[in-house]
């Protein structure tokens, strides 16, 4: 009888890898090897960050022309907003792994339920993060240190933002099933989609053209918040029409269903407290930077988005990196998840180099495109990009060990490096460095690198260790 049982079992697993090869895939873990489906993943997703990145930046710029306090206002505000993110990452995390799991081991109609299960907890999110960013606006802003001047433009910026978090958490519920699946190339195209048209309802909306009234920092916030209305449109559109293993999965039930939202969100929150904590942390640190003045946080901000675009290397290794630790792992081969961590490290850490010393070189020339007439700000600005162009294949060696770990659902250490070091080596070494030894914002800045450094060097430990292959979703 046992061996019957055995044999039945090999059965139905074989039966699961015939559908998994009958897919609609944009990986194949069979016969790809693994470099292909590497950049398979990270083409997609660099395009479609670096585009975001050049977007973010750009509006930056035309908010940067209305005046520093209009950039520390929508500065400030986004700090709000990242902590609603913070709570939706355990959708997004738990969504990405567990897909990946699924459609790793043929399992589809298991990987369709958790997408519905998790639409269902990112619109609720959604509705709360619209309601509670609305109404606490002002005081949020004055608890972050903002003065008068920032605050009277910070409040409807942040009206319309958070009604865009509604439409974005949909949207990103949608891209982290498909990535779990392996397609970015469709993501991509929404994202392309959304950024642009994020472009243009800025250059209309804030100073004023084609016909349109000159908003300012409103107009941005009313620009964003119907970019991503239109992005969350196409992206339900492009999945129900494009084929791939999540494609039918509007066919099934609705319902709250814990056992499959269970797996996600054993996932997603420890992902989301690692991502709470950080941006709590990351609050203080902001308040320390933002009580250096109006002219220091609108440095901080521009370079933000600066780095942002070299940042667009390290966070699409490391998304492709979760990916394909949890298909192979879902597939039975922990050796080639092994293998993809180490090959992306090296792909990152190379890549961010060069970026970084790219970075170095045109560090003053593109502050000076954002705020052309502040000799402040683009000195400030100047300093703490160099600062932290030398760091770049480090960054991107800690996207690449963190991804790693949350694709093979090992978030719960991610969590503890994250947040021991953000409050241990940042906030400590912020003030050490700012209020002590009186460096002003590179203080913050070389802390910053401090914190990141030793977050690489835990996980590549904690990797190492290999206890994450022990790890069942």
């Known amino acids: 009888m046992k061996e019957e049982e055995i044999a039945t079992e090999d059965q139905e697993q074989a039966s699961l890898r015939q559908r998994a090869r009958d897919l609609p895939r944009y990986l194949d873990l069979e016969n790809h090897t693994i470099e292909q489906n590497i950049w398979i993943l990270a083409l997609p997703l660099i395009a479609e960050r670096l585009l975001q990145s050049i977007v973010d930046a750009a509006d930056m710029a035309m908010v940067g022309r209305v005046g520093a306090a209009s950039v520390a206002a929508v500065g400030l505000s986004n700090q709000i907003s990242f902590i609603a993110m913070s709570f939706y990452d355990a959708i997004r995390v738990g969504t990405t792994t567990v897909v990946a799991r699924r459609v790793g081991a043929g399992e589809y109609e298991k990987a369709q339920a958790t997408l519905r299960q998790s639409l269902i907890v990112a619109m609720v999110l959604g509705l709360i993060a619209f309601v509670l960013i609305s109404g606490f606006a002002g005081p949020s802003l004055r608890l972050l240190g903002a ?37 970015t190339r469709l993501p991509m195209y929404v ?26 920092t409103e107009g941005a916030g009313i620009a964003t918040a119907f970019a991503r209305l239109l992005g969350m449109v196409f992206i339900i559109f492009l999945t129900v029409r494009q084929d791939s293993p999540i494609r039918p999965f509007y066919q099934g039930s609705f319902r709250p269903d814990k056992t ?18 950080l941006r709590v942390a990351q609050l203080f640190y902001v308040r320390v930077i933002a009580g250096l003045g109006t002219n220091a946080y609108a440095a901080h901000q521009i370079a933000l988005r600066i780095e942002s675009m070299s940042l667009v290397i390290g966070f699409s290794f490391g998304a492709a990196t979760t990916t394909l630790v949890g298909q192979y792992l879902g597939f039975g081969t ?17 890549a961010m180099g060069c970026a970084g010393a790219v970075l ?64 241990l080596v940042r906030l400590s070494l912020t003030y050490l460095l700012v209020n002590v030894v009186g ?23 904690r990797f190492r260790s290999e206890k994450w292959k022990e790890i069942t979703v």
């Not at 499959?260 to 904590?277: C, D, F, H, K």
């Not at 460096?439 to 430990?461: E, N, S």
């Open 439 to 461: 460096l002003h914002l590179p203080g913050a800045w070389y802390a910053m690198v401090l914190d990141l450094t030793v977050r690489c060097i835990l996980f590549g430990r």
């Open 191 to 216: 994202g392309m989609l959304v950024n642009i048209t994020n472009l243009v309802g800025n250059y209309a909306l804030i100073s004023g053209h084609w016909g349109f009234p000159a908003l300012g």
């Open 260 to 277: 499959v939202l269970g797996p996600v969100l054993t996932i997603g929150l420890p992902a989301s407290g690692e991502r709470l904590i």
């Open 147 to 183: 003065e008068t001047d920032v605050i009277e433009q910070g409040v409807p910026y942040s009206h319309w933002k958070g009604m865009s978090l509604l439409f974005e958490f949909v949207t990103m519920t949608f891209t982290a099933a498909l990535r779990g699946c392996g397609n």
């Open 334 to 350: 922990p050796e080639k998840a092994e293998e993809v961590v180490f090959r992306c490290r090296r792909l990152a850490a190379i």
């Open 360 to 423: 170095f070189i045109v560090a003053p020339h593109v502050v000076r495109i954002f705020i052309p007439d502040n000799p402040e700000v683009l000195q400030l600005g100047t300093t703490v990009l160099r600062i932290v162009a030398i760091a770049q294949p480090i960054m991107g060696m800690n996207h690449v060990f963190s991804g790693g770990l949350r694709g093979a659902g090992d978030t719960t250490w991610v969590m503890y490096i994250t947040g021991g070091s953000a409050w």
